[in-house]
T-cell receptor
Framework: DAKTTQPTSMDCAEGRAANLPCNHSTISGNEYVYWYRQIHSQGPQYIIHGLKNNETNEMASLIITEDRKSSTLILPHATLRDTAVYYCIVRSLNRDDKIIFGKGTRLHILP | NAGVTQTPKFRILKIGQSMTLQCTQDMNHNYMYWYRQDPGMGLKLIYYSVGAGITDKGEVPNGYNVSRSTTEDFPLRLELAAPSQTSVYFC????????????FGEGSRLTVL
């Protein structure tokens, strides 16, 4: 089973920040949090990942709570092209690297 | 770089036929994965491999087989195709941690009639 839970869907107005939450309350110390998005029926695309510090890149910011039990992906200025399904997953450093996806959040950007 | 390449992109099979979905990556990644995605659903892990000669089952392995004889290639074999295997199949590869992001192919859309 997936180790993360996300809301099924969210709306965000174009130009506003989109904040997508993810719960990973059973995360262990050697597991990273990764975010991907899937636009229409294309292959998922990597967005960002982190271990315990907040991270930022040209696409998004990742805020991880101090206890690491949840995180938030922030798209600072959402555009219509950000309409997609967003997946949050955790990934272990262990050799048994079974990467399980949950159902993700379907983000609708409203014009 | 080509990244992760999947073939074929589309295929129609009759019930009981067999076929192989090909996946190759040119990034020298150790880790490779096969997922399936049914309409409106998330990704389900079929099989994965942490290196050449090593494969393991994922969430939904029944009806499929894989092999990993080289680092580059990770073919997925469907034996005795069934309508329940109608899906879009994605192959992915990943570098080792701490980078470790997954790179996905464009997908192979399979219909079993």
């Amino acid at each position: 089973d997936a180790k993360t839970t996300q809301p099924t869907s969210m709306d965000c107005a174009e130009g506003r920040a989109a904040n997508l939450p993810c719960n990973h309350s059973t995360i262990s110390g050697n597991e990273y949090v990764y975010w991907y998005r899937q636009i229409h029926s294309q292959g998922p695309q990597y967005i960002i990942h982190g271990l315990k510090n907040n991270e930022t890149n040209e696409m998004a910011s990742l805020i991880i709570t101090e206890d690491r039990k949840s995180s938030t992906l922030i798209l600072p200025h959402a555009t219509l092209r950000d309409t997609a399904v967003y997946y949050c997953i955790v990934r272990s450093l262990n050799r048994d690297d079974k990467i399980i996806f949950g159902k993700g959040t379907r983000l609708h950007i409203l014009p | 770089n080509a990244g992760v390449t999947q073939t074929p992109k589309f295929r129609i099979l009759k019930i009981g036929q067999s076929m192989t979905l090909q996946c190759t990556q040119d990034m020298n990644h150790n880790y490779m994965y096969w997922y399936r995605q049914d309409p409106g659903m998330g990704l389900k892990l079929i099989y994965y491999s942490v290196g050449a000669g090593i494969t393991d089952k994922g969430e939904v392995p029944n009806g499929y087989n894989v092999s990993r004889s080289t680092t580059e290639d990770f073919p997925l074999r469907l034996e005795l195709a069934a309508p329940s295997q109608t899906s879009v199949y994605f192959c992915a590869s990943s570098a080792n941690l701490p980078t470790g992001e997954l790179f996905f192919g464009e997908g192979s859309r399979l219909t079993v009639l």
